[in-house]
């Protein structure tokens, strides 16, 4: 810990020597809206940079370079003299039209950022079309690092995994404001749809510190569609062959130069009984789902502001077919979760003519949640009332290859939670402050580093320090490393819901303490050239070692019991990805990953239930030149994962390890310019876990489960939707001189 410190001071304190100049300078659209993540360079040079999200950018002319370049996706590049302009890019969308006929650029689906001191992988709206999407738990269906798992065979949860660790330990953020945590982590990734999202960002490890304490294996961060570059209308309607019906509709309006609002609609309808695999209990839950997001948004020369609201409304029923036709005859066994939700945002940054560099930000966000229902013959109830404040302050130091940001932030969560007349009950009170240094492309290396100290009203002090290192080896090689501190106060019930839907007693055997959990990692990133083609390889390896962490142990025969460890617990976990594009609009993309994940049970260390130790994605994308059709093909290959040692012997299949298995999706997409036709297949082969209940016939018994689950309880679904999308058109002067 010393050796970290006295490196960030070493960092913060660094001048440079030399007498280079910086240049600083700004990134805008057509219409004068600032452009984040644009690239700008120097012709022929590697060194480069990107806006940060306000537009801006700096870099240092090292050998005195007079063309400055700055291109975006989907965007012309644009070049200016240095020596006669003024460092100001106005980048046009590339749209070219003729005859009208028009052509646009292709955007890539997915990307891992060369410049991000941080290991962060984009995923873009092409993405999620891939695979229908309906919402933010589907949008990773064909990404490496996300795993997506059903929790239980009743309530419909799904959970993720990242690094090997259940996503709770994952910071999910709303454009950097906090959004699916707390109560809202079990059910919270079907509450986006997949046409609200812009794109996501995927950032292994610990964080910036920016954006707060809860990332210990890593930050998802979710871009909704943003109304000065959103199309004006988005419409969408998804059905299945059991009966579930989605539809969405996004309506942006621009009002003059600056101002701009949007409107995010989404309905989902699910009331199918069904029970394919006669167990009693549905396949699926019944779901009733409406949702909304109406924000402003405005850009000045000076000041942007951004505001607006979100709501939602969701009615969960699962558990035995009985129940929903009131049959007597047979045991009446159910789950229930109604939940009421609310959000307000407000976003407001200022920026500093001639000093593009500078600049201040303020970050407020405030949700209502309120969970209730049961489980069985236990009622449950939550309501948790969040507020969010934070206030970056950012400048430099000397020149822009020391940039510092600095702010203050302010967490106020209170929870009220209850199950089996168990209540949990409690106010939370976290006022912060952080301190982010940037050494910035010296000699091909980017440093970051930073530390955050909050002050938790019932836990006291709790530092987070964290640092980035990225290190252009050659052209195209970039190796980095990455460590930090990271922690989060656990919710027992919430986040362990799908756990409930069982027999067994609940026992907890410690109070209530902050998990906590330092994050390594390493990574090697080459971009190179295949059939004059970019390829890349991306190879990493990260571990997460528990200081403390709140454990839900099932090895008893008849209970759950919640303990802090009293032993070592950690994660290993390896990733391998290739992903190509042999000719123009074919990509292909393969990965692997290995994950050891270990923990003390009772004091003695084994591996974790339920996570694979083996997975391996392949995804396959071609669109046609000119017939308008895509093909998307995706298979996952799951490797064996421990049972836990005490299961009913009757149900032999349960014991030891679990099988390896296949899933395989596919989806067809026919453009017809404004409208988008749309059918596919999940999990073709039809492949479920053979029993995915314990004692389906008697659920009050003493040996009912219905967590155990390590595969698929739905077989192959068929769907079909359609899209329709209505542009913001640029208005293009016609040639005078064109005939």
Same mark, same amino acid.
């Given at each position: 810990?010393?050796?970290?410190?006295?490196?960030?001071?070493?960092?913060?304190?660094?001048?440079?020597?030399?007498?280079?100049?910086?240049?600083?300078?700004?990134?805008?659209?057509?219409?004068?809206?600032?452009?984040?993540?644009?690239?700008?360079? %120097? #012709?022929?040079?590697?060194?480069?940079?990107?806006?940060?999200?306000?537009?801006?950018?700096?870099?240092?002319?090292?050998?005195?370079?007079?063309?400055?370049?700055?291109?975006?996706?989907?965007?012309?590049?644009?070049?200016?003299?240095?020596?006669?302009?003024?460092?100001? %890019?106005?980048?046009?969308?590339?749209?070219?039209?003729?005859?009208?006929?028009?052509?646009?650029?292709?955007?890539?689906?997915?990307?891992?950022?060369?410049?991000?001191?941080?290991?962060?992988?984009?995923?873009?709206?092409?993405?999620?079309?891939?695979?229908?999407?309906?919402?933010?738990?589907?949008?990773?269906?064909?990404?490496?690092?996300?795993?997506?798992?059903?929790?239980?065979?009743?309530?419909?949860?799904?959970? @993720?995994?990242?690094?090997?660790?259940?996503?709770?330990?994952?910071?999910?953020?709303?454009?950097?404001?906090?959004? $699916?945590?707390?109560?809202?982590?079990?059910?919270?990734?079907?509450?986006?749809?997949?046409? !609200?999202?812009?794109?996501?960002?995927?950032?292994?490890?610990?964080?910036?510190?920016?954006?707060?304490?809860?990332?210990?294996?890593?930050?998802?961060?979710?871009?909704?569609?943003?109304?000065?570059?959103?199309?004006?209308? &988005?419409?969408?309607?998804?059905?299945?062959?059991?009966?579930?019906?989605?539809?969405?509709?996004?309506?942006?309006?621009?009002?003059?130069?600056?101002?701009?609002? $949007?409107?995010?609609?989404?309905? +989902?309808?699910?009331?199918?009984?069904? +029970?394919?695999?006669?167990?009693?209990?549905?396949?699926?839950?019944?779901?009733?789902?409406?949702?909304?997001?109406?924000?402003?948004?405005?850009?000045?020369?000076?000041?942007?502001?951004?505001?607006?609201?979100?709501?939602?409304?969701?009615?969960?029923?699962?558990?035995?077919?009985?129940?929903?036709?009131?049959?007597?005859?047979?045991?009446?066994?159910?789950?229930?979760?109604?939940?009421?939700?609310?959000?307000?945002? !407000?976003?407001?940054?200022?920026? %500093? #003519?001639?000093?593009?560099?500078?600049?201040?930000?303020?970050?407020?966000? %405030?949700?209502?949640?309120?969970?209730?229902?049961?489980?069985?013959?236990?009622?449950?109830?939550?309501?948790?009332?969040?507020?969010?404040?934070?206030?970056?302050?950012?400048? @430099?130091?000397?020149?822009?290859?020391?940039?510092?940001?600095?702010?203050?932030?302010?967490?106020?969560?209170?929870?009220?939670?209850?199950?089996?007349?168990?209540?949990?009950?409690?106010?939370?009170?976290?006022?912060?402050?952080?301190?982010?240094?940037?050494?910035?492309?010296?000699?091909?290396?980017?440093?970051?580093?930073?530390?955050?100290?909050?002050?938790?009203?019932?836990?006291?002090?709790?530092?987070?320090?964290?640092?980035?290192?990225? !290190?252009?080896?050659?052209?195209?090689?970039?190796?980095?490393?990455?460590?930090?501190?990271?922690?989060?106060?656990?919710?027992?019930?919430?986040?362990?819901?799908?756990?409930?839907?069982?027999?067994?007693?609940?026992?907890?055997?410690?109070?209530?303490?902050?998990?906590?959990?330092?994050?390594?990692?390493?990574?090697?990133?080459?971009?190179?050239?295949?059939?004059?083609?970019?390829?890349?390889?991306?190879?990493?390896?990260?571990?997460?070692?528990?200081?403390?962490?709140? &454990?839900?142990?099932?090895?008893?025969?008849?209970?759950?019991?919640?303990?802090?460890?009293?032993?070592?617990?950690?994660?290993?976990?390896?990733?391998?990805?290739?992903?190509?594009? #042999?000719?123009?609009?074919?990509?292909?993309?393969?990965?692997?990953?290995?994950?050891?994940?270990?923990?003390?049970?009772?004091?003695?260390?084994?591996?974790?239930?339920?996570?694979?130790?083996?997975?391996?994605?392949?995804?396959?994308?071609?669109?046609? #030149?000119?017939?308008?059709?895509?093909? +998307?093909?995706?298979?996952?290959?799951?490797?064996?994962?421990?049972?836990?040692?005490?299961?009913?012997?009757?149900?032999?299949?349960?014991?030891?390890?679990?099988?390896?298995?296949?899933?395989?999706?596919?989806?067809?997409?026919?453009?017809?310019?404004?409208?988008?036709?749309?059918?596919?297949?999940?999990?073709?082969?039809?492949?479920?876990?053979?029993?995915?209940?314990?004692?389906?016939?008697?659920?009050?018994?003493?040996?009912?489960?219905?967590?155990?689950?390590?595969?698929?309880?739905?077989?192959?679904?068929?769907?079909?939707?359609?899209?329709?999308?209505?542009?913001?058109?640029?208005?293009?002067?016609?040639?005078?001189?064109?005939?």
């Amino acid at each position: 810990m010393k050796r970290f410190y006295f490196l960030v001071f070493i960092l913060v304190f660094y001048q440079s020597a030399t007498s280079q100049v910086t240049i600083t300078g700004m990134v805008y659209d057509e219409l004068n809206n600032p452009v984040p993540g644009a690239l700008v360079y %120097f #012709p022929g040079k590697t060194v480069g940079t990107a806006t940060d999200s306000l537009g801006h950018f700096s870099l240092v002319n090292v050998d005195n370079n007079k063309l400055l370049i700055a291109e975006m996706a989907e965007h012309l590049p644009d070049t200016i003299d240095l020596e006669k302009e003024q460092p100001i %890019f106005r980048l046009k969308e590339k749209i070219i039209q003729l005859e009208g006929t028009t052509f646009t650029v292709d955007k890539n689906s997915s990307s891992i950022s060369q410049l991000n001191p941080q290991l962060i992988e984009t995923l873009t709206e092409r993405e999620f079309i891939k695979a229908a999407c309906c919402n933010l738990s589907e949008s990773f269906s064909t990404n490496a690092t996300v795993d997506v798992n059903y929790s239980d065979a009743i309530t419909g949860a799904k959970s @993720i995994q990242m690094l090997g660790l259940d996503g709770r330990y994952v910071q999910l953020t709303t454009e950097l404001l906090p959004s $699916i945590r707390g109560l809202a982590s079990p059910f919270g990734l079907n509450y986006i749809p997949g046409t !609200w999202m812009e794109s996501l960002q995927i950032s292994k490890g610990a964080g910036s510190v920016i954006n707060g304490y809860e990332a210990v294996t890593g930050q998802i961060n979710l871009e909704l569609r943003k109304p000065h570059n959103a199309d004006r209308l &988005l419409l969408n309607v998804y059905v299945n062959h059991m009966g579930r019906v989605e539809a969405n509709a996004n309506i942006a309006f621009r009002i003059g130069k600056r101002w701009s609002n $949007i409107t995010l609609l989404h309905g +989902d309808y699910f009331n199918t009984v069904a +029970d394919h695999n006669s167990d009693g209990f549905l396949d699926m839950p019944l779901l009733k789902t409406g949702s909304f997001v109406h924000r402003w948004q405005y850009f000045g020369k000076r000041i942007e502001t951004q505001f607006g609201v979100k709501g939602l409304m969701e009615f969960r029923n699962g558990g035995t077919t009985a129940f929903y036709r009131n049959d007597s005859l047979a045991p009446q066994y159910g789950v229930q979760m109604n939940t009421l939700r609310g959000e307000g945002f !407000w976003k407001f940054g200022i920026v %500093f #003519p001639g000093m593009e560099w500078k600049s201040i930000g303020i970050q407020t966000n %405030f949700i209502y949640h309120d969970q209730r229902g049961f489980i069985g013959l236990n009622g449950y109830q939550g309501i948790q009332k969040n507020g969010f404040f934070n206030f970056i302050y950012q400048s @430099i130091f000397g020149n822009t290859k020391h940039k510092f940001r600095a702010g203050a932030s302010f967490m106020y969560d209170e929870y009220d939670e209850t199950y089996a007349n168990i209540n949990l009950k409690r106010l939370e009170l976290v006022p912060g402050g952080f301190f982010e240094y940037t050494l910035d492309n010296l000699r091909g290396v980017t440093v970051v580093t930073g530390v955050r100290l909050d002050y938790h009203n019932l836990f006291g002090f709790m530092p987070s320090p964290r640092a980035h290192l990225k !290190w252009e080896i050659t052209k195209g090689l970039m190796f980095r490393v990455a460590g930090g501190r990271g922690w989060r106060v656990p919710n027992l019930f919430a986040d362990n819901i799908s756990m409930l839907v069982t027999s067994r007693s609940i026992q907890i055997n410690s109070s209530i303490q902050p998990e906590i959990a330092w994050n390594y990692g390493a990574s090697l990133q080459y971009v190179f050239k295949i059939n004059k083609r970019d390829a890349t390889l991306v190879a990493d390896f990260f571990r997460t070692d528990f200081t403390n962490q709140l &454990l839900v142990d099932r090895e008893a025969e008849d209970k759950l019991v919640f303990y802090n460890i009293t032993g070592p617990s950690f994660s290993n976990v390896f990733q391998f990805n290739f992903n190509m594009e #042999p000719v123009k609009k074919f990509e292909i993309r393969l990965a692997y990953k290995f994950q050891d994940v270990r923990a003390s049970y009772d004091g003695v260390l084994k591996t974790v239930p339920l996570v694979p130790m083996h997975r391996m994605l392949m995804n396959l994308s071609y669109t046609t #030149p000119k017939l308008g059709f895509t093909f +998307d093909f995706t298979t996952h290959l799951t490797g064996n994962s421990r049972m836990p040692d005490v299961t009913d012997p009757n149900f032999v299949h349960y014991h030891g390890a679990t099988p390896w298995y296949v899933t395989l999706n596919a989806q067809i997409t026919k453009d017809f310019k404004i409208l988008d036709v749309y059918f596919g297949c999940e999990n073709i082969t039809g492949y479920t876990q053979h029993t995915p209940l314990v004692d389906a016939g008697n659920p009050f018994g003493n040996k009912f489960d219905a967590t155990l689950i390590y595969a698929p309880i739905f077989g192959r679904m068929f769907y079909a939707g359609i899209r329709l999308k209505l542009e913001y058109k640029p208005k293009i002067k016609k040639n005078e001189n064109s005939n």
